[in-house]
């Protein structure tokens, strides 16, 4: 004979965490994981505080999360933080500013084994934007100067007059793919 279970009801939300949950979920529908990822890691994930991302109902996302980053590259450029660098390459790259993935290789981790999320953000992005074959999309052996570091550079001054972005897909696309290359980081 077996005991039932009895499961307690879930205590209900207070204010603030509905508030938070509800903004979570507008964002996520409007602007898709990868930029709230990377909105996360620029500091714009608590609703009602400054410099929060909060635009208001009704108001145009994309182009509001454009101005966010704009105005957090503004604050990043007078910061001499070693990791600025990468995380403001993802900021641009994520907007479409090709640009930013340059940014992001050229500050590669000087070791293997770097940690903490926003941390691996920018070379996780790097990988998941760029349609790069298989062998260079594994961010885990980009080190600062090794042979990786110099094959993604090389692949990307090959490519880049070659990528387009794709709002939608949140991705660099091939304009016509050269053979043997896939369409997108998805495929």
């Known amino acids: 004979m077996s005991t039932p279970i009895h499961w307690e009801a879930p205590r209900p939300m207070s204010e603030e965490q509905r508030r938070r ?6 964002l996520t529908a409007a602007l898709g994981y990868r930029r709230c990822y990377v909105m996360m890691c620029l500091g714009g994930d608590f609703p009602h505080r400054a410099p929060a991302f909060d635009p208001p109902p009704g108001a ?20 001499d ?24 290789i050229d500050n590669l981790p000087a070791q293997p084994g770097l ?14 934007c760029l349609p790069l074959p298989a062998p260079l999309g594994e961010r885990h052996t980009w080190i600062a100067g090794s042979p990786q570091q110099a094959a993604l550079r090389q692949w990307l001054d090959q490519h880049r007059h070659a990528l387009r972005w794709d709002e939608v897909e949140v991705e660099y696309r091939w304009l016509a793919p050269p053979a043997g290359e896939s369409q997108s980081a998805l495929d």
């Not at 933080?81 to 992001?104: C, H, K, N, Q, Y």
């Open 21 to 26: 949950r509800d903004y979570q979920e507008r």
């Open 60 to 79: 145009d996302m994309l182009a509001a999360f454009r101005e966010f980053v704009a105005s957090r590259l503004a604050l990043m450029a007078e910061d």
């Open 81 to 104: 933080f070693a990791g600025t660098g990468a995380m403001a390459g993802v900021a641009r790259l994520i907007t479409g500013d090709l640009s930013g993935a340059d940014e992001i």
């Open 115 to 128: 940690r903490g999320y926003c941390n691996l953000l920018p070379f996780e992005m790097l990988a998941g």
